[in-house]
């Protein structure tokens, strides 16, 4: 069961509300702290297992979240591009190695060590 809570900052922690649960509505200086109320009160009021409810916090902060966001968008985008990057260099090694160069040429012409190059070729 997944459990969707609104929370906004103010200057004494966060007001959190939770429509799913009768519009339950508390006050914590920290997140973390809501989760748990929040899953215990979920757990009584639906008779289901604490371990089987799943809160989701959504911070109401207009601009930061967008910001966070877009921050999280390019990460996951440059983790592709790193995995991206890693088959492509794998691939280029594994023809120099076809071509007969030797793991200090190719450590070399890419610029890393021959331990490096090493950890890139297939079947090392």
Known sequence: MQITAKAERREDGWLVNVAELDNFTMTVSRL????????????????????????????VM????????????????????????????????????????????IAVLLGVSPQRVAQLCPNS
């Open 32 to 59: 973390d702290k809501a989760t748990e109320k929040i899953k215990q009160i979920a757990a009584e009021l639906r008779n289901e297992a604490t371990c089987d409810i799943l809160v989701k916090i959504e911070a």
């Open 62 to 105: 207009p601009g930061i979240i967008c910001d966070i966001e877009a921050a999280q968008h390019k990460m996951r985008e440059a983790a592709r591009l790193q995995e991206e990057a890693s088959n492509e260099i794998r691939d280029v090694v594994a023809r120099m190695r076809e071509s007969d160069l030797t793991m200090r040429d």
